[in-house]
T-cell receptor
Framework: GAGVSQSPRYKVAKRGQDVALRCDPI?????LFWYQQALGQGPEFLTY????????KSGLPSDRFFAERPEGSVSTLKIQRTQQEDSAVYLC????????????FGPGTRLLVL | DQQVKQNSPSLSVQEGRISILNCDYT??????FLWYKKYPAEGPTFLIS???IKDKNEDGRFTVFLNKSAKHLSLHIVPSQPGDSAVYFC???????????WGAGTKLIIKP
């Protein structure tokens, strides 16, 4: 069965460039989460959607980061004016509910900002 | 300040022996703990969890132990198999909230 997919898998951006990262969750999953994982660290929560509603964006590091899920399925994480410290793996996860146990993760998008 | 710490970046264990992965936390408000397993180029997958009302949870070859007074938990894998080679993350939450605080991970290598 189809799991969570993310695209692109790798992205190289020049500093100052805008990037958009896509997440296709498991069909029917209500909840969608974005995480940022820096090299050698564990994932850090960025934001949470329930259907199309962004219920929690407390983890977004700055106003350069913006996420949307307009139709309650596919989500896009946008980073404007990228900086070198934005280099990380961005993970998306989806779940039927909000339980931490039932989050299914995608393979991530590795972003490198030069 | 890291609230969840995995102090061993890597661990090498002989196939068939026991693997013990450790995790320490600082926030006494954490009441739910999870272990995730991650293979290269894949996302983390949930492995096993434990609530703070328990001190042990077992699932097949995997057992998680929680010592609340020491703010320490461990994952035991017995017997270790080559397919267990992966990075293991410990994570914690308050009120089973979806916001997890993750450790930095331990890379487990099972030697044949």
């Amino acid at each position: 069965g189809a799991g969570v997919s993310q695209s692109p898998r790798y992205k190289v951006a020049k500093r100052g460039q805008d990037v958009a990262l896509r997440c296709d969750p498991i069909s029917g999953h209500v909840s969608l989460f974005w995480y940022q994982q820096a090299l050698g660290q564990g994932p850090e929560f960025l934001t949470y959607f329930q259907n199309e509603a962004q219920l929690d964006k407390s983890g977004l590091p700055s106003d350069r980061f913006f996420a949307e899920r307009p139709e309650g399925s596919v989500s896009t994480l946008k980073i404007q004016r990228t900086q070198q410290e934005d280099s990380a793996v961005y993970l998306c996860a989806s779940s039927e509910g909000t339980s931490v146990e039932t989050q299914y993760f995608g393979p991530g998008t590795r972003l490198l900002v030069l | 300040d890291q609230q969840v710490k995995q102090n061993s970046p890597s661990l090498s264990v002989q196939e068939g022996r026991i693997s013990i992965l450790n995790c320490d936390y600082t926030n006494s408000m954490f009441d739910y703990f999870l272990w995730y397993k991650k293979y290269p180029a894949e996302g983390p997958t949930f492995l096993i969890s434990i609530s703070s009302i328990k001190d042990k949870n077992e699932d097949g070859r995997f057992t998680v132990f929680l010592n609340k007074s020491a703010k320490h938990l461990s994952l035991h894998i017995v017997p270790s198999q080559p397919g267990d080679s992966a990075v293991y993350f410990c994570a914690a939450s308050m009120d089973s909230n979806y916001q997890l605080i993750w450790g930095a991970g331990t890379k487990l290598i099972i030697k044949p």
